[in-house]
């Protein structure tokens, strides 16, 4: 047999007997790893039924999946390095590689990364969630999506702007539906001379005949000067957060102004 014939049948005998010696770890790090896939996957849908139910079906929550995905991606990753460490990695050195790629790639994707965890954080203390109408660096509207990165609203001309979490998170927001009901203010001229208490008993009962104050927040009204002296009356009222009559201001505006005209208001 020539020297080359033999040298390649002495390879192929020796990885044979690599393989039937290392196919021992090979089967052990599969099943390992089965069933640390197995876990993983428990963990992921026992957290996504625990924060379902804790959120008791609330309107527009992510939180549940994605910390369900990320329990699973983290115990996943823990169970593939176990696995290479059956099969004889070197698992130490192996970390420690990751561990300065890791630190490499933190610094080039930096505002990715800050506006995932400022996702998480937005995700965890629910300040907001899908639906809920806010105010945030100079965009208002309501949310239509919560995701890791951005936050997308809606606004009253259907255009949708997507604010990175990292300004949402480090920005004063408003959340105008974080309360079942919002006071509104309108304001009217009075003429000179007029009987302020009677022009603010006049204008809260033409205010409560059409819209009715919730309990506890009382229709109310004040007359208050211009810099000229002259008078006005400011109305406050109540509305709900959600599904608002759009016509309610109008409504108001005419009966309020009929019954101040109606009404004998000199002093």
Same mark, same amino acid.
């Given at each position: 047999?020539s020297p ?10 020796q ?30 849908r026992?957290?996504?039924r ?24 983290i ?6 390095i ?23 790639i ?7 990364l ?17 639906g809920?109408?806010?105010s ?19 606004n009253?001309?259907?255009i ?12 004063i927001?408003?959340? %105008?539906?974080?309360? /079942?009901v *919002?006071?509104? #203010? +309108?304001?009217?001229?009075?003429? !000179?001379?007029?009987?302020?208490? $009677? ?8 205010a ?8 506890g ?6 007359v208050?000067?211009?810099?000229d002296?002259?008078?006005r ?8 957060? %959600?599904d608002?009559? /759009?016509? *309610?201001?109008? #409504? +108001?505006i005419?009966?309020?102004? !009929?019954?101040?005209?109606?009404? $004998?208001?000199?002093?």
């Amino acid at each position: 047999m020539s020297p080359f014939l033999q040298n390649l049948l002495d390879g192929l005998l020796q990885s044979v007997q690599d393989l039937g010696q290392s196919l021992p770890r090979l089967l052990m790090a599969l099943i390992v790893f089965g069933i640390g896939y197995g876990i993983a996957d428990i963990v992921r849908r026992t957290i996504f039924r625990a924060i379902t139910r804790a959120n008791l079906g609330r309107k527009g929550d992510t939180l549940d999946t994605v910390l369900s995905q990320l329990a699973f991606a983290i115990v996943l990753t823990l169970v593939g390095i176990i696995a290479m460490g059956v099969v004889g990695i070197d698992v130490t050195s192996l970390v420690a590689g990751l561990g300065l790629t890791s630190l490499a790639i933190g610094f080039a994707l930096k505002d990715i990364l800050e506006n995932t965890i400022s996702g998480l954080l937005i995700l965890l203390s629910r300040s907001y969630v899908v639906g809920d109408i806010i105010s945030v660096s100079g965009q208002e509207g309501e949310v239509s999506d919560i995701s890791l990165r951005v936050t997308t609203i809606l606004n009253n001309d259907g255009i949708e702007t997507l604010i990175p979490n990292r300004l949402v998170y480090g920005s004063i927001l408003q959340n %105008r539906t974080a309360r /079942p009901v *919002l006071r509104r #203010s +309108l304001e009217f001229p009075l003429a !000179a001379g007029a009987d302020a208490r $009677k022009a603010v008993a006049t204008a809260v009962q033409a205010a409560q005949q059409v819209a009715p104050a919730p309990t506890g927040r009382p229709t109310s009204a004040e007359v208050v000067l211009n810099a000229d002296g002259a008078q006005r009356l400011r109305l406050y009222y109540w509305v709900p957060s %959600r599904d608002q009559d /759009p016509l *309610l201001a109008t #409504s +108001l505006i005419a009966a309020t102004n !009929a019954a101040l005209g109606e009404s $004998k208001l000199e002093a």
